[in-house]
């Protein structure tokens, strides 16, 4: 399977500890993004990569969030000292950046990570 | 503020019957637009597309319709099976250059249920 691949799927955490969750995207893919989603609304947009270059972050995304790509393949998603609002579904997904039409903006998403904070 | 609303939560159908899921936008500058379907405990996956210089975009059970005019999309299922229930997302993303470029703003979602 080359889907997109998140780890871990679930992960429990008490209030003010910090959590990393890594995405691995489609080989070929160039772009990145991260997206959170809360129960009964649809996903919202976090940050996205073009490479390892961070183009764009929501205001959503605060000071204890950050998101690394490094080499440009795999990203890394860190939240500090979570709270418990922070709960939510966290979602990665990638996309071809470098054509026009369709790939460009058809994102493919994997299989999201879990996070409680208790 | 909304920018992709879904209106209806919830939609059921008799299998066999065409279901329509419904999505609205305002922002103009969208000019992309996306259905995905989800099932519980996995992400969203892709379904179907339209860019806006298209009204319809058809792919086997598939149809999407686009009215720009309205601001108004819609998903079509023909025929419905109980393996397409569902919650169905629709998603829009902007021009190059544009504030909405590169993400896709997302829709609050509708549950399809297709019963057999």
């Known amino acids: 399977d080359t889907g997109v691949s998140q780890n871990p799927r679930h992960k429990i955490t008490k209030r003010g500890q910090n959590v990393t969750f890594r995405c691995d995207p489609i080989s070929e893919h160039n772009r990145l993004y991260w997206y959170r989603q809360t129960l009964g609304q649809g996903p919202e947009f976090l940050t996205y990569f073009q490479n390892e270059a961070q183009l764009e972050k929501s205001r959503l995304l605060s000071d204890r969030f950050s998101a690394e790509r490094p080499k440009g393949s795999f990203s890394t998603l860190e939240i500090q000292r979570t709270e418990q609002g922070d709960s939510a579904m966290y979602l990665c997904?990638?996309?071809?950046?470098?054509?026009?039409?369709?790939?460009?903006?058809?994102?493919?998403f994997g299989p999201g990570t879990r996070l409680t904070v208790l | 503020d909304q920018q992709v609303k879904q209106n209806s939560p919830s939609l059921s159908v008799q299998e066999g019957r065409i279901s329509i899921l419904n999505c609205d936008y305002t922002?103009?500058?969208?000019?992309?637009f996306l259905w995905y379907k989800k099932y519980p405990a996995e992400g969203p996956t892709f379904l179907i597309s339209i860019s806006s210089i298209k009204d319809k975009n058809e792919d086997g059970r598939f149809t999407v319709f686009l009215n720009k005019s309205a601001k108004h999309l819609s998903l079509h299922i023909v025929p419905s099976q109980p393996g397409d229930s569902a919650v169905y997302f629709c998603?829009?993303?902007?021009?190059?250059?544009?504030?909405?470029?590169?993400?896709?703003?997302f829709g609050q979602g509708t549950i399809l249920t297709v019963h057999p």
């Open positions: 922002n103009s500058m969208f000019d992309y």
């Open positions: 997904a990638s996309s071809l950046g470098t054509s026009k039409g369709a790939s460009t903006h058809t994102q493919y």
């Open positions: 998603a829009a993303s902007g021009s190059a250059g544009g504030t909405s470029y590169g993400k896709l703003t």
